[in-house]
């Protein structure tokens, strides 16, 4: 498909061509506009290895200097707050997997996301289980890793064995552990990481222990460094 041979030259000509912004709904404009972008998507200060939000100065929250995660980096493109959440339910529960392009020029513009993608050997989208996967039809995290870094980007080395119960109510810890073996590398290809920069993609971090086990294992595996993107990241509750 066009979107597996896009090269960055090809890219900065499809972020000029006419389109729609698919937040204010302007014409001509970018997928997401930049006015869209400087109003619900501006640079915060996030935590490095985790991406909540933290005050200007601080580097890490409380929990990750507590007990660090398995990342190197974590980077969030905007707050899981409006309009983001419709959009991505658009995407994500409604079949629209033509805003995965939009979406994907909105984590292209949060700060650092380019030079991780630049420096990345592989960039792996978060797996779905199986069923869910049926139940969907698509990987939402798959659609944008393939638009970020088509050339780079492994949908079959990382693997959900099994669907986990309901994560709510949890603290990071017990989420983490409820998550024990639900993530694996393709058994004849694991030696893929050794040595290698990964980023790992999805569209929503929570309390982000999906993207802890799942570096965890590519820790395990030999990863020099682990990288997360994700488009949106939920705020600490109160």
């Known amino acids: 498909m066009f979107s597996h041979w896009i090269d960055r030259p090809f890219w900065g ?11 204010c709904r302007a ?6 506009c930049d006015a869209c972008v400087a109003r619900f998507a501006p640079p915060t200060s996030r935590c490095a290895t985790c991406a909540l939000q933290v005050p200007d100065g601080v580097s890490r929250c409380g929990e990750c200097t507590r007990a660090p ?19 991505i339910a658009e995407f994500k529960f409604r079949g629209d997997a033509g805003r995965a392009a939009p979406l994907a020029t909105l984590l292209r513009s949060a700060p650092w996301v380019e030079p991780a993608l630049d420096s990345a050997d592989i960039v792996l989208p978060m797996p779905l289980a199986p069923v869910r996967l049926r139940e969907r039809g698509f990987n ?3 659609e944008i890793a393939r638009r970020l870094a088509p050339r780079k980007t492994d949908a079959t080395l990382l693997l959900r064995t099994r669907e986990t119960p309901a994560q ?17 590398l393709e058994p004849l290809r694991a030696a893929a990481v050794r040595d290698r920069r990964v ?3 999805d569209d929503v971090m929570t309390s982000g222990a999906s993207l802890f086990a799942a570096a965890q294992v590519l820790r395990a595996a030999g990863a020099s460094h682990v990288t997360a993107i994700v488009l949106a990241r939920t705020e600490a509750p109160g």
């Open 13 to 23: 000509l499809l972020k000029r061509l006419p389109s729609q912004c698919v937040v």
């Open 27 to 32: 014409w001509p404009a970018q997928p997401v």
């Open 69 to 87: 995660p398995p990342l190197d980096a974590c980077l969030a493109a905007c707050t899981y707050a409006w309009p983001w959440p419709e959009c």
């Open 140 to 142: 939402q995290a798959h």
């Open 168 to 184: 709510s109510g949890l603290t990071r810890a017990e989420r983490l552990r409820n998550l024990r073996g639900a993530f694996a």
């Open 199 to 201: 980023v790992l993609v």
